[in-house]
């Protein structure tokens, strides 16, 4: 049925090479925050990349950046693509495998002239790690209309510079009006950013949707005591409280099951001094699953165990929500694509939900949408040690183009 | 055999209202810390009361301030006091009333015309709380010998005040050689600054020793991870064995009994970041027993499961010995002369063994020492809300002259 897409792998791993010098650190690792002159150069140097592919380079208004097919510029698009920037100390395939695998999978289609119903497209996003600016995926969520451009331009950095201006001031404040790509559907490679294929020594992801996450807060307050004369039973220990509340959220990830996650890993005491019973803790209980229901019934015992430990202990909860995102499913179809290339090129694979937030979530939400991950060594990301082999990099790659091909195909 | 001594509690109760007045915050409580100009103003105020009261006035290199039996003073004295200093939101009678409360004894002593053997006095402690000044009890440990007078002035405060300078600029660095008066015995009365007596409702704790402390920080170190992406059995998280730690430490309380406190009130999470599992937790184990047996059993539970905690989620533990101070026990007969007094004047009262430290436990190393507790509302101590009844000062008083008279009567 399908058919194979030879990509020139030595391109691709000299260019991803190439741009890990954009912003790269003295000690390993790219540093490429967005709208930087470091991301600037990045940027600059896919678009003579693009250019090079006989593309032609579109930027919009929130500074998200098209290499599309000459002259088909209103017809529907087979997209795919990533972003450019980093977290402060990042890797070097953290979004830019998406955009550079997207190129070469994009400008492997031209070159082998086949004869594609549907123009081909590769995008770069703004903003996408949310470091910088907030929200994350910011570049996306304009595009797909979920943000308000006139909202993103005035998003400050932590120097109180406006969005709008950081785009101006590296000549990325585009003049197309966000959404202007006509999007038949989406395709992102990326790195895991997990450890799962790596310890399972798989190639490809076979991604079928992303997580929902709940983040809630909670204080737990109970009663500053001494902690040579207060006697146990008389005490209200607001850390024992979050103990059990930590302790609780393992074994709940257990019994759940279905891949849930179920994370504590921002907890603060008051006073926090040795010689005192902690009077106050508030803690962070990150909940994620692919599964809605099952993300719900892990909030509510959750809920139900904090409220439990603190009629134990004496302690007062306050619970405040800060985040609640929505699982994504990626189209089914294109899942099975994504299955069907691995299989034909013989790449080792699993089916897996993405623990973290990509552009491709935002895309699923208007247009048909599917991703592919290849494997981080030790799970490694947002950290300069993040690493994926050579060919695995190319593997993604050939998997991303036959899945263009394919949907371009039809 | 034992006859009952009357004291002036209308004299008592104005002196602890008007020393309260120095160093008054405005919304309640009291900051005089050591060596301020509000310390010496209570300093000041205390020597014009020993003058009143007809007692010689010495103070010493260490700024420990004496009010003694006028022409006795080479002879060994019945020793009480405390000290004046208090924490930089203090109350009105920690320290205070074993000050105050022991002038009162004294006084109404002298006044009642007893013919006493041995020669009275009024201790005043330099820097007992160590908040301006490490170590605690600075003063007694120079008294006793246990710390050298040289080590002592050189001690410096956070702004560089070495506290030889500072007894000079308050004008208390006396002539006279720390531990120069000669102590038959040493009684202190002081509040309880925990919530036993209170909650039992019973006005006099008989004060058998002072628990031993032992202090150790442990540094669990795992590996952070992403909170979406690492399925929960891949985790090292220093967090969860940390938060086992925390409650463990309770059950071992618990276990171990007589007594036993186990607190960890000082954790730290690194990074604490919500969505990234904690790499490194540093916590400090804060555990105390009266009996050393007891004491060192509880620390080698506490390392054992420390220790199967880390092996369990693939955690390394470094840890650090920061305090281990022995437990006191104070001389069994005049813990029973103070059991004796309570009876006689018919107080309700209860055998008890303090949390804190107190100078009577440096004292303890020396002479014959022995101390009395008043109730602490709430068990609320280091803090402006501090408070005990009228009637229990005046109790723990009365208490502590008659068992001064009966130390000197012998």
Same mark, same amino acid.
């Not at 954009?22 to 000690?27: I, K, V």
């Not at 996408?128 to 994350?136: A, C, K, L």
């Not at 490694?380 to 040690?385: D, E, G, L, M, Q």
């Given at each position: 049925m399908s058919h194979t897409t030879q990509i020139n792998a030595k391109r691709l791993l000299e260019r991803l090479e190439t741009l890990a010098g954009? %912003? !790269? &650190?003295?000690?390993g690792g790219v540093s490429r925050m967005t709208l930087t002159p470091e991301d600037k150069s990045g940027r600059d140097l896919m678009r003579t990349w693009f250019e090079e592919a006989g593309l032609t380079v579109q930027v919009d208004a929130a500074g998200n950046m098209f290499g599309l097919t000459p002259g088909r510029e209103s017809e529907p698009h087979v997209l795919t693509g990533s972003h450019l920037d980093t977290v !402060?100390?990042?890797?070097?395939?953290?979004g830019a495998l998406g955009v550079v695998g997207g190129l070469e999978a994009v400008q492997s289609l031209r070159e082998s002239g086949r004869d594609l119903p549907s123009p081909l497209g590769v995008a770069v996003f703004t903003n996408?790690?949310?470091?910088? +600016? +907030?929200?994350?995926m910011l570049g996306s969520l304009v595009f797909t209309g979920d943000l308000a451009l006139d909202k993103a331009l005035i998003c &400050?950095? !932590?120097? %109180?510079?406006p969005l709008g201006r950081a785009l101006a001031d590296i000549g990325y404040d585009g003049s197309h009006t966000p959404g202007h790509v006509p999007v038949k559907a989406f395709m992102e490679l990326h790195i895991?950013? %997990?450890p799962i294929l790596d310890a399972k020594g798989l190639s490809i992801g076979v991604v079928k949707g992303v997580q929902g996450i709940h983040w809630t807060e909670y204080t737990l307050s109970g009663a500053t005591n001494h902690a040579g004369t207060t006697p146990m039973d008389m005490r209200r220990d607001a850390l024992l409280g979050a103990a059990e509340a930590v302790v609780f959220a393992r074994r709940l990830a257990g019994e759940i099951g279905n891949g849930q996650r179920a994370t504590i890993g921002s907890l603060k005491v008051a006073?926090? &001094?040795?010689n005192v019973v902690a009077e106050k803790v508030t803690l962070i209980t990150d909940l994620r699953n692919a599964d809605m229901g099952l993300l719900q019934q892990a909030q509510t015992m959750m809920e139900d165990e904090i409220a439990a430990i603190c009629k134990r202990h004496g302690l007062e909860s306050l619970a405040k929500e800060l985040v609640l995102v929505d699982a994504v499913d990626f189209d089914p179809r294109i899942v099975g694509m994504v299955q069907e290339q691995a299989d034909v090129l013989g790449l080792s694979s699993m089916p897996m939900i993405s623990g973290a937030g990509h552009d491709a979530q935002i895309m699923a939400g208007k247009f048909p949408t599917g991703m592919i991950f290849v494997p981080s060594k030790d799970g490694?990301?947002?950290?300069?040690?993040e690493h994926t082999e050579p060919d695995d990099l190319v593997a993604g790659t050939r998997v991303l183009a036959g899945v263009l091909a394919g949907l371009a195909g039809q």
């Open positions: 954009r %912003g !790269a &650190l003295p000690g !402060a100390t990042g890797g070097p395939y953290d996408e790690e949310g470091v910088r +600016f +907030f929200p994350d &400050l950095d !932590a120097d %109180g510079i895991e950013q %997990g006073p926090c &001094l040795s490694v990301s947002h950290n300069v040690r």
